[in-house]
């Protein structure tokens, strides 16, 4: 069981906005930053977000993370087929004094 | 150009004691606010982060593994080493080192796939 709670699953059409939640604690989303990863098959995960809603250069402005308390998310607007992939959500939680990362969302572009 | 590499054997046998090396350019591990993290993930499954090494040599582990952790750097050799004792299948992953720092330094490795069976 993972410390972050994501949905296992998320999809949308092409154009579509889509929104993955990570619902976390005190210790970890309440007090620390959020970091999101996308995971294509095979390959490294990918930074996509880091400090809850900055995004590294090159990463496109399709998308976006905000956090509210002990929860956050990532939305992806204007959806591709390349956006197909796993999405982790990542924070330091100060009670374990260690990282810990959400369960993965797989998104599927219909 | 920032590259860590993994190292190490693809295949242990159970009860074994695993070591990877993680060999990285492009950054130093004496550079404040600088660390390096391994981070593994069984196959279809989620990522799960094992242990961090910071710049200043402070240490942190998985509380579910740490009994079973040892994290080293060698600063001169640009490396961090990763021991796991008493290796069982269920720790069958790709084990992936990752290198950390301000901002959006974020640098993962390809990762390298460790399975455990006799």
Same mark, same amino acid.
């Given at each position: 069981?993972?410390?972050?709670?994501?949905?296992?699953?998320? @999809?949308?059409?092409?154009?579509? +906005?889509?929104?993955? @939640?990570?619902?976390?604690?005190?210790? %970890?989303?309440?007090? %620390? *930053?959020? *970091?999101?990863?996308?995971?294509?098959?095979?390959?490294?995960?990918?930074?996509?977000? *880091? +400090? %809850?809603?900055?995004?590294?250069?090159?990463?496109?402005? +399709?998308?976006? &993370?905000?956090?509210?308390?002990? @929860?956050?998310?990532?939305?992806?607007?204007?959806?591709?087929?390349? #956006?197909?992939? #796993? *999405?982790?959500?990542?924070?330091? #939680? #100060?009670?374990?004094?260690?990282?810990?990362?959400? &369960?993965?969302?797989?998104?599927?572009?219909? | 150009? =920032?590259?860590?590499?993994?190292?190490?054997?693809?295949? =242990?046998?159970?009860?074994?004691?695993?070591?990877?090396?993680?060999?990285?350019? !492009?950054?130093?591990?004496?550079?404040?606010?600088?660390?390096?993290? /391994?981070?593994?993930?069984?196959? !279809?499954?989620?990522?799960? /982060?094992?242990?961090?090494?910071? /710049? $200043?040599? $402070?240490?942190?582990?998985?509380?579910?593994?740490?009994?079973?952790?040892?994290?080293?750097?060698?600063?001169?050799?640009?490396?961090?080493?990763?021991?796991?004792?008493?290796?069982?299948? =269920?720790?069958?992953?790709?084990?992936?080192?990752?290198?950390?720092?301000?901002?959006?330094? $974020?640098?993962? !490795?390809? !990762?390298?796939?460790?399975?455990?069976?006799?």
């Amino acid at each position: 069981q993972s410390v972050l709670t994501q949905p296992p699953s998320a @999809s949308g059409t092409p154009g579509q +906005r889509v929104t993955i @939640s990570c619902s976390g604690s005190s210790s %970890n989303i309440g007090s %620390n *930053y959020v *970091y999101w990863y996308q995971q294509l098959p095979g390959t490294a995960p990918k930074l996509l977000i *880091y +400090r %809850n809603n900055q995004r590294p250069s090159g990463v496109p402005d +399709r998308f976006s &993370g905000s956090k509210s308390g002990t @929860s956050a998310s990532l939305a992806i607007s204007g959806l591709r087929s390349e #956006d197909e992939a #796993d *999405y982790y959500c990542a924070a330091w #939680d #100060d009670s374990l004094s260690g990282q810990v990362f959400g &369960g993965g969302t797989k998104l599927t572009v219909l | 150009q =920032v590259t860590l590499r993994e190292s190490g054997p693809a295949l =242990v046998k159970p009860t074994q004691t695993l070591t990877l090396t993680c060999t990285f350019s !492009g950054f130093s591990l004496s550079t404040s606010g600088m660390c390096v993290s /391994w981070i593994r993930q069984p196959p !279809g499954k989620a990522l799960e /982060w094992l242990a961090r090494i910071d /710049w $200043d040599d $402070d240490k942190y582990y998985s509380t579910s593994l740490k009994t079973r952790l040892t994290i080293s750097k060698d600063t001169s050799k640009n490396q961090v080493v990763l021991t796991m004792t008493n290796m069982d299948p =269920v720790d069958t992953a790709t084990y992936y080192c990752a290198g950390f720092g301000p901002y959006y330094f $974020d640098y993962w !490795g390809q !990762g390298t796939l460790v399975t455990v069976s006799s």
